[in-house]
């Protein structure tokens, strides 16, 4: 069955940085696009970056622009999310997610994984 | 960006009833709606896609409707293990966006 599990939060520094990473099994990792979205404490869900299936293509929300950096390793199978110049407002916890169509994706989140916590604080 | 809405923002409600969550985008997105449900502490779940599409493992009590600006989901007969909050998200377009979220609890 599909597993994504996330990994790297942890609190940080306003300023600083972190990488996290999302380890996937039970599908062909290589053929489908991903996401990552973020849910603040209390808050809704905002979607974050999406990357397609050979990393060709990568889109951004505004909120990250400039900041953060999406990436994969398909000899891995895993996702990952370089977060930089992190702000108080990144606090979230961040889902990594798989899209539902093979190779450029539909934007329709099938999978997630349990979530990994930021926490941007001094 | 496409702007979701959604009402009620929360509803309280008993087990065995009828629930309609309501769904609202900015401008038309077609059948581009999805309905997810999360619980306390867990990951989103898709229910539902393409407005009315039951996702595979679902409960067929969850169904879906509409398109264009107006969508809506449905809870047949309310069960204890739905008590949760749902978001709709349009996969229209880029930015993926989602609703705020409607969260149902037990009345």
């Known amino acids: 069955q599909v597993q994504l599990v996330e990994s790297g939060g942890g609190v940080v520094q306003p300023g600083g940085s972190l990488r996290l990473s999302c380890a996937a099994s039970g599908f062909t990792f290589s053929s489908y696009g991903m996401h990552w979205v973020r849910q603040a404490p209390g808050k809704g869900l905002e979607w974050v970056a999406f990357i397609r299936y050979d990393g060709s293509n990568k889109y951004y929300a505004d909120s990250v622009k400039g900041r953060f950096t999406i990436s994969r390793d398909n000899s891995k199978n895993t996702l990952y999310l370089q977060m930089n110049s992190l702000r108080a407002e990144d606090t979230a916890v961040y889902y990594c997610a798989k899209d539902a169509r093979l190779w450029f994706g539909e934007l329709l989140l099938d999978y997630w994984g349990q979530g990994t916590l930021v926490t941007v604080s001094s | 960006d496409i702007q979701m809405t959604q009402s009620p923002s929360s509803l309280s409600a008993s087990v065995g009833d009828r629930v309609t969550i309501t769904c609202r985008a900015s401008q038309s997105i077609s059948s581009y709606l999805n309905w997810y449900q999360q619980k306390p502490g867990k990951a989103p779940k898709l229910l539902i896609y393409?407005?009315?599409s039951l996702q595979s493992g679902v409960p067929s009590r969850f169904s879906g409707s509409g398109s264009g600006t107006d969508f809506t989901l449905t809870i047949s007969s309310l069960q204890p293990e739905d008590f949760a909050t749902y978001y709709c998200?349009?996969?229209?377009?880029?930015?993926?966006?989602f609703g705020p979220g409607t969260k149902v609890d037990i009345k």
């Open positions: 998200q349009q996969s229209y377009s880029t930015p993926p966006t």
């Open positions: 393409a407005a009315s």
